[in-house]
């Protein structure tokens, strides 16, 4: 726990002591025929991956953060990030942790293969926002590296032209190693922050492929064409290491960027299902004339993840509360459509509140009661993914982290 | 629940009320454009895929009995299949449940998306063998059949030579959609039931490969290399779907060949870590040879889950026994070996008692005391799982299925 975190899971709502695991940072095993790797819970990602790069292997989710981020963090978030949409999320690259219980007992959860007998409690502690134990060492499983990596971005007029051709793209069967969509607020954002020498659209998308040689360049065309057919004003596809990396830089460097633009900014966090992205989109661009906030949207389109940068003045009376409102609004709109309160950022604080939008009262009972399993004493983060905090005697009311705060965490990324 | 289940998940070890859900049948809705479809539990397996097929898309995870298993048995057992390799097993095509608790309540684990927010309760009921609840609703991910599909099968003078190509296979960063090994007992026995026309060899490798159709057959031509660069005899290459068809019925159906070669047989299930593979293999033979009990192996070579067939006579006093203790003694060789338990078939009643082999006392601990949650009557398939069921006041003892149980079991498969 570096402190690092975009969503402010280390944050210590209710007060207490804070735990920091970052100098437990050593890698402790290197299996490369077996294709896993051991480390304590303060590596960064990033490490993990320059750890086994030499033989040719790296570690997949690869949050924007993954350089600061450490594994630990990734492991309390079940952290995402661009390439997610074809190889999945941490907990699909985890095989088994090593914890503390609140209660001081030892426990190994998951193993070193991919299936374990029993109850599957790794899946429960990954992605659990730090409620239910303090994971001390975590073994991962690391990928081959592609063998091939082809990276384009198309500039189009509209969000439903974009949007289409993420949609045309998917049905083809393609799955892209990532699909991401950034609209001219942040397209701006990213320009003035890190001068990417982004197309001045009004929706860029960015699409990366990966897999054998062949492979690759043979459904690269099919992408490409497909952009084309669907209006792309221009197409520029990556033809070196460097100007990949530059397309990336733009794309990562979008939260913090907005800074560029905007006072103060609240980041959001929803799921839509793929099929009703223009919907929501369109919704959103609405809410944004209506409110008077400019709104960014960064998001990886592949899996529906929203990622809405909500612009404000903290000095302007009343506007950081009408940024939690459309915050609040949006995700409404995510539910409504199907779709869910977090995509990666976890609920935290913040969006305990709305957990009975998604879940019946026997659902967050049932969560309650694996949670009371872990944690009788309701010690390990108090206050957090829970919407009835009171039902634990853990804090005296709700609470709800100022956008402010959110903004000055992400500045840090 | 058809009572067709292999690991013998449906037999009520301590008495009790078996509730058949057989005839909850029903699909319930089919989402081709958010590849989702939702059934109740009774669906065949195969029947999710038939509903899918028109439109292009099948439902990945395939155990050898997809034609009879229903997709809430595989939920229980989190069942794999020889695309597991690549696809992953059951609980990682599972999106969301609809389940009743022992106490009544019905709850929603998981969702439609495929991250969704709270401690992650999907994960844990997938594979719980019953023990948790009883699940009403599933919704799975479809996959787009992939372009091409490629298969050969390859002979060889010896489980090292075929051994050495699989790991020569995995290192080169393929990932092939299946790769399984027969040997000469299990080759034997497939071609007296099924006449798959498989050579007379030590060993037969069937390696398969799916994908974009360029990809296909770039890689199959490095798979057919590394097969020739090992020795291997002969290579066939299946040319039409009823080729392919074939040297899969030889494969599936060699757990119920196994009765062609011998009147009784006991079925093991353990994982060792892909490059302990030979050594423990090597290990199985010198055991066969002491034990004086025939042992076929049929496995999923890719990911080190093997399935060794014990044969014995039921009708020679002391072999069942010995069936059994041989049994248990491979199971040690994979706990050596850094393995686990169980790939896909789960603990049941026969394995509890070797938990304690894999998990500390205080990791069994929680797993009781999360099971309790959910159960906390021990209502729920009572004796499974757990090696400890005298603490729940459960069963009066411990309990060990007969092997001519579970031969009689695994003939109806």
Redesign the interface.
Known sequence: MHGTGLSGGALPVAGGLVISLARLNRILDVDI??QRVTVEPGVTNLDITKAVAPY?FYYAPDPSSQQVCSIGGNVAE?S?GAHCLKY??T??HVLGVEAV?PGG?????G??????????????V???EG??AVVTKVTVRIL?R??AVQTLLAAFDSIDAGGASVSDIISA?IIPAAVEMMDSLAIRAAEAAVHPNFPDADTVLIVELD?????V???FDRVEGICKAHGATTIEVAQTDEQRARIWRGRKAAFAAMGRVSPNYYVQDG?V???RLPEVLNRIRALEARSGLRIGNVFHAG??NLHPLICYDERVAGQADAAVDVAAEILSYCIEA???????H??GAD?SQY?PK???E??????Q??????DPGGICNPGK?FPTPRLCGEVPGPYRQHPAEAAGLADRM
Do not use: Q
């Not at 897999?211 to 492979?215: N, R």
């Open positions: 025929a077996n040719g079940n995402g999945g999320f907990v699909h219980l007992e030892l426990v190994h959860l193993g070193s293969l991919v299936d374990t007998p029993g109850p599957d409690l790794l899946g429960l990954v992605g659990s409620t239910l081959r592609p063998e069967g897999g054998p040689t062949a492979e360049r043979a459904l799921v299902p793929r099929t899996d529906g199907g779709g869910s309160l977090t995509g990666e976890g609920i969006k957990m998604m879940f019946t026997a659902d967050l009972a049932l969560m009661r694996v949670r009371a399993v872990f993914v």
